[in-house]
Nanobody, 121 residues
Framework: QVQLVESGGGLVRAGGSLRLSCTASGSIFSIETMGWDRQAPGKRREAVAG???????HYADSVKGRFTISRDNAKNTVYLEMNSLKAEDTALYYC???????????????WGQGTQVTVSS
């Protein structure tokens, strides 16, 4: 099994910054993609950003230019640098990863427990 543990959430004022981290551990052979989703109260979960093992990134339109995703493959860790935060960024942020536990097993999707980000206006 693969476990994802997030950290870095908290309370920040609008315009401020936060950095989220997520480390994968356990039976890991390879991790293809890592990323972040979020879910605000009463809203659907949405993809925020993702990054491949080769460093290709994608972002939701709502965070482009404000959020930056990065990854340390040696540490199986993904980061989300969030700047110019807005009240509408308030949500529970979930780390996700797609990877394989052995050389012959197919890829699976994993999620962390979530870390709360609250932006006060």
């Amino acid at each position: 099994q693969v476990q994802l543990v997030e950290s870095g959430g908290g309370l920040v004022r609008a315009g401020g910054s936060l950095r989220l981290s997520c480390t994968a551990s356990g039976s890991i052979f390879s991790i293809e993609t890592m990323g972040w989703d979020r879910q605000a109260p009463g809203k659907r979960r949405e993809a925020v950003a993702g990054i491949t093992s080769g460093g290709n990134t994608h972002y939701a339109d709502s965070v482009k230019g404000r959020f930056t995703i990065s990854r340390d493959n040696a540490k199986n860790t993904v980061y989300l640098e969030m700047n110019s935060l807005k009240a509408e960024d308030t949500a529970l942020y979930y780390c996700n990863a797609r990877g394989s536990e052995t050389m012959t097993s197919g890829p699976k999707d994993y999620w962390g427990q979530g870390t709360q980000v609250t932006v006060s206006s």
